[in-house]
């Protein structure tokens, strides 16, 4: 495909090869059809910002944002949300994404600003001085830290065929982690579509960190969430 023009030149190679392992009607699919998103020049983006060399991680998340403006290439990034806070604390597009939501106070908690108490108001007392203001931010500090941000289906139509995108991308993420198998990476899983490559054959030799889906309220205090991402400081400057 023309996108991998733009895709960081360590990982042409590896994608041509995981998007040649798709069903022919599916890339044609992606080839030619309108309605999805991210459309087909951003699909790929998160291999656009951080190269091979640079991945350290593989952060699997589920499916991309059920809105065209949220969903920009970026797993768990949200295109839509201009600012990560608000005088009341989080900023009313980050409260409205349950899963940017809890995963914000996860990392509040790392930094040692939330214990017990996760409502609104123990966010708004937050100093948020030392901290990152944008959701960019977010993403260029995932990326700082070589995490890459990846969705088991990379591409969204509608709720009802979510299952039916990652199926189908499911070859893809395979072929992929095949060719990365001599590769340094750990792969990071977030929730039940993701947990399925704790059995894929293709993806035995990678360590791995399996957690609950940011969407449950549990990953604010889940421990492997905790040791992972704590020494990253994900929110700092």
């Given at each position: 495909m023309?996108?991998?023009?733009?895709?960081?030149?360590?990982?042409?190679?590896?994608?041509?090869?995981?998007?040649?392992a798709?069903?022919?009607?599916?890339?044609?699919?992606?080839?030619?059809d309108?309605?999805?998103f991210?459309?087909?020049?951003?699909?790929?983006?998160?291999f656009?910002?951080?190269?091979?060399?640079?991945?350290?991680?593989?952060?699997?998340g589920?499916?991309?944002y059920?809105?065209?403006e949220s969903?920009?290439?970026y797993?768990f990034?949200?295109?839509?949300?201009?600012?990560?806070?608000?005088?009341?604390?989080?900023?009313?597009?980050?409260?409205r994404?349950?899963?940017?939501?809890?995963?914000?106070?996860?990392?509040?908690?790392?930094?040692?600003?939330?214990?017990?108490?996760f409502?609104?108001?123990a966010v708004a007392?937050?100093?948020?001085?030392?901290?990152?203001k944008?959701?960019?931010?977010?993403?260029?500090?995932?990326?700082?830290?070589?995490?890459?941000?990846?969705?088991m289906?990379?591409?969204?139509?509608?709720?009802e065929?979510?299952?039916?995108?990652?199926?189908?991308w499911?070859v893809?993420?395979?072929?992929?982690?095949?060719?990365?198998?001599?590769?340094?990476?750990d792969?990071?899983?977030?929730?039940?579509m993701a947990?399925?490559?704790?059995?894929?054959?293709?993806?035995?030799?990678?360590?791995k960190?399996t957690?609950?889906h940011p969407?449950?309220?549990?990953?604010i205090t889940?421990?492997?969430?905790?040791?992972l991402?704590?020494p990253?400081?994900?929110?700092?400057?």
């Open positions: 023309q996108i991998l023009d733009s895709v960081h030149p360590s990982w042409r190679e590896i994608l041509q090869n995981a998007l040649n798709l069903d022919a009607d599916y890339l044609e699919f992606l080839q030619n309108t309605t999805y991210p459309d087909k020049e951003n699909f790929l983006n998160t656009k910002t951080l190269s091979l060399d640079d991945t350290k991680y593989i952060l699997f589920q499916d991309p059920p809105r065209y969903a920009i290439g797993a990034i949200d295109g839509k949300v201009e600012s990560l806070f608000s005088e009341n604390g989080l900023s009313k597009e980050v409260n994404a349950t899963s940017l939501r809890n995963f914000m106070k996860m990392a509040f908690v790392c930094e040692n600003e939330l214990k017990d108490d409502s609104k108001e007392t937050i100093d948020k001085t030392p901290y990152i944008s959701i960019y931010q977010l993403k260029d500090n995932f990326e700082k830290n070589g995490v890459l941000l990846l969705n289906a990379l591409v969204f139509t509608a709720k065929d979510s299952k039916k995108h990652v199926k189908a499911n893809f993420i395979k072929a992929l982690l095949k060719g990365l198998k001599s590769k340094d990476i792969l990071i899983l977030f929730g039940k947990e399925v490559l704790e059995k894929v054959e293709e993806a035995q030799s990678f360590t960190h957690m609950p969407y449950n309220i549990s990953f889940d421990q492997n969430a905790h040791r991402f704590k990253m400081h994900l929110l700092a400057f």
